[in-house]
């Protein structure tokens, strides 16, 4: 699902299952079911955690050409991005975190 909106996006979900609630939605994103990304360009999408992976594969080259003009705007470069990334990774590892579904 596609929203500018964190609540449109949890009611998109909602409406498309049966007997479903905001409490059961919340859940699942806070269970990692369903992950909150930019899976398709620079809006936010919730996506099941079964597809991630290859929806970002097919996607992710498009996203970051949209998003190297930005990029360049804004001075971010690979070597600040991979070491925000090593930082990241560092403390999700730290708080057991990684790999965690």
């Avoid at 369903?34 to 919730?46: A, E, K």
């Avoid at 099941?48 to 290859?54: H, K, M």
């Amino acid at each position: 699902m596609q929203a500018q909106d964190f609540s449109m996006s949890k009611w998109a979900v909602g409406i498309r299952l049966s007997n479903c609630t905001e409490h059961a939605v919340e859940e699942a994103i806070n269970k990692a079911d369903i992950i909150r990304t930019h899976v398709l360009r620079p809006t936010w999408h919730l996506v099941c955690a079964d597809d991630i992976c290859w929806m970002l594969q097919l996607t992710a080259p498009a996203v970051k050409a949209i998003m190297r003009i930005k990029d360049k705007k804004l001075e971010l470069t690979d070597t600040l991005f991979s070491k925000a990334n090593k930082t990241i990774e560092k403390v999700l590892s730290k708080n057991n975190l990684r790999g965690k579904n």
